[in-house]
């Protein structure tokens, strides 16, 4: 007679024993953790602790650096909008003033400031209307 089958757990099975388990608790090899398993990390080079719905061969220590690094890298996230406003300003007004220019060199490294903001929002309305500013440079 054949085992009887449960249809709540796709990925789990029979233990040693006989009782039906979780795919969680097979990776876990009976802790009592939720998921959370040692296996080797391709990017550390070293077995360390990986959930269950980690990405990849990511381990926990490796994924929360990988979050870390596009925190860190995403200081201006309005940068391609602002460089456009300031595209079309010098389309309209054939080249920009040295202020413009140096919020341009500045959008580049680093976000503008509240101020930086409105005195180039001034300067840009000679040129262009004020929802594209508002829309594009302000953001929100």
């Known amino acids: 007679m054949g085992r009887w089958r449960s249809n ?3 990925g789990g099975g029979y233990d040693s024993t006989g009782r039906w388990r979780s795919e969680a608790w097979h990776m876990d090899g009976g802790a009592n953790d939720e998921g959370w398993h040692y296996r080797y990390c391709a990017i550390c080079a070293r077995k360390t602790e990986h959930g269950r719905q980690s990405t990849g061969a990511f381990c926990v220590e490796c994924d929360n650096r ?3 690094r596009r925190a860190r890298m995403n200081k201006n996230p309005h940068k391609i909008n602002r460089n456009w ?3 079309q300003y010098e389309e309209k007004a054939g080249s920009l003033p040295n202020f413009l220019q140096s919020l341009k060199e500045q959008n580049q490294k680093r976000a503008l400031s509240k ?3 409105e005195i180039g929002k001034k300067v840009l ?3 262009l209307d004020e929802n594209t500013l508002k829309t594009f440079w302000i953001c929100g």
Do not use: E, S, T
Request: proline share 0%; charged share 15%; glycine share 6%.
């Open 125 to 127: 309305l000679k040129h």
């Open 66 to 68: 990988a979050i870390q």
């Open 85 to 87: 406003v300031l595209l």
């Open 115 to 117: 101020k930086q903001l």
């Open 8 to 10: 709540y757990g796709y």
